[in-house]
């Protein structure tokens, strides 16, 4: 049997990204619903990088219809599990299609401040800690067997960016590490 192929989905700047292909984990495919720096990192590593590109950002977005596009780039270049590295549109079919097989780090220690500003609503909420999550994802939002969990202190004076960059620090470390424990398990 082949090694299982990786792709990693992204919409931001890549650096979890660049801290998988930094941890030698091999990287099939890179794909953003954007434009994003993450795109200029996987294509600068020698990975298929593919823009699917979302362009309705409105109520009537179609997310089945992107979810197929999605789906379709990701069947293309035989891809058998998938890391969510900051992809920022909620695709909840797509584990339907990998089931089992996506994995995503969240910036907050799950259940706790699910959603795309768990950064800033542990701020808000006043807790002393947070951290990240590393889970299977399912069709619920930032729901799913957890993988590995690691707590983060929140500092005084800390702002949203500072702090989103000491969970990353950790997040850094603990995503390829449990993408290659979990790759390994297959
Ligand atoms: C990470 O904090 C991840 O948990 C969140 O988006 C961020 C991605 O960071 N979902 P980067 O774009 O890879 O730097």
Known sequence: MRAPRLAVLA????????AVLAHGIPVALVLADRPCRALEVGAAAGVRSELVERTEWSFGF???????????????AEIDVVAMAGFG????????????RVLNSHP??????????????ALDAGVTETG????????????????????VPV?????????????????????PQTIRRFLASL
Do not use: C, M, N
């Open 89 to 100: 549109t909620i695709v909840p079919a797509l584990p339907d299609a990998y089931p089992g």
């Open 132 to 151: 990240t999550t590393i889970h299977v994802a399912t069709a619920e939002v930032d729901d799913g067997p957890i993988l590995a969990q690691e707590a």
């Open 11 to 18: 919409s931001g700047t890549g650096t979890l990204l660049e």
């Open 155 to 175: 500092l005084p004076g800390d702002t949203e960016e500072t702090l989103h960059e000491r969970i990353k620090q950790v997040e850094r470390r603990l995503y």
């Open 108 to 121: 907050a220690l799950l259940p706790a401040f699910k959603g795309w500003h768990a950064v800033r609503a």
């Open 62 to 76: 179609d997310r089945a219809a992107y979810t197929e596009r999605v789906v379709k780039a990701l069947q293309d």
